[in-house]
C-alpha cells in the first residue's frame, strides 16, 4: 500500500501516544479481555522494554499511526504450544526473559473500524514477520481470535474453523489474513 510506512514505538514519545491511543479506542468494547493477571501483571512492562517491537502502520502525509501491532520476542517450542494462547505468549516473555528468544509472539493488531477491510492488518503481521527474519528468529506465534466466530455462537470452534468461503479459504477473514501470510492452523 502506498502512503503507509512502518515504524516503531520506539521512534517517538509522541507516536507511543498516539498507538496507545488506537490501543484503547479499538479494544475498548473488549475490555473483559484485560482483566488477565498476565495482562495487569506483564503487559504494559513487555510493551515498554520491547518498543521496538511496537509498530505503528503510519500515514506518510499526516505522519499520524492508521494502524498498530503488538508483539515481543519469546522462547517457544512450534511443535508443542500449549493451549493457553495470550496469556502463555505474555507470561512466557515475561518469566523467561534470560533465556534466547526464537520466536515473535504475536500479542495484538488495532485497526480503527474506519480503516478496516483494506488489507492494513496484514501489513502489521507482515512487520512481525519482518522482525523475526532481522533477528534471526525461527517465526511468528499468534494466538488468533476469529472476528467473526461471534456471529455464530451456537457453532463449536472446531466446526467454525474448518469453514471455507467460495474460494477455498478460511471462512473467518482474520484466520483468511494470517493465511495469505503465511500462516498456519496448529491447534485450537
Known amino acids: 500500500m502506498n502512503g503507509y510506512v512502518l515504524r516503531t514505538r520506539a521512534d517517538s514519545p509522541a507516536l507511543r501516544r498516539a ?7 479499538a479494544w475498548s ?6 482483566f488477565t493477571r498476565a495482562h495487569f501483571n506483564y503487559y504494559q512492562e513487555l510493551l515498554d522494554e520491547h ?7 503510519v500515514d506518510e502525509a ?5 494502524a498498530v501491532g503488538n508483539c515481543v520476542p519469546l522462547t517457544c517450542d512450534f511443535n508443542n504450544l500449549p493451549p493457553e494462547g495470550w496469556d502463555w505468549i505474555v507470561e512466557t516473555a515475561a518469566n ?3 533465556k534466547p528468544a526464537n520466536a515473535i509472539g504475536a500479542l495484538a493488531i488495532s485497526v480503527p473500524g474506519v480503516h478496516r477491510g483494506k488489507g492494513i492488518a496484514r501489513q502489521l503481521i ?15 506465534v499468534a ?3 476469529p472476528s467473526e466466530k461471534c456471529r455464530h455462537p451456537f457453532i463449536s470452534i472446531e466446526e467454525y474453523v474448518g469453514w471455507t468461503d467460495d474460494k477455498g479459504r478460511f471462512f473467518d477473514p482474520w484466520l483468511r489474513s494470517h493465511s495469505a501470510c503465511g500462516g498456519r492452523m496448529v491447534s485450537i
Open 126 to 140: 507482515a512487520g512481525f514477520l519482518g522482525i523475526a527474519r532481522k533477528r534471526g528468529l525461527d517465526g511468528v
Open 29 to 34: 468494547s473488549l475490555g473483559f479481555l484485560n
Open 19 to 25: 498507538a496507545m491511543a488506537i490501543e484503547q479506542a
Open 51 to 57: 518498543a521496538d517491537c511496537q509498530l505503528c502502520l
Open 62 to 66: 499526516t505522519g499520524y499511526p492508521v
Open 96 to 98: 523467561d526473559r534470560a
Open 143 to 145: 494466538p488468533v481470535r
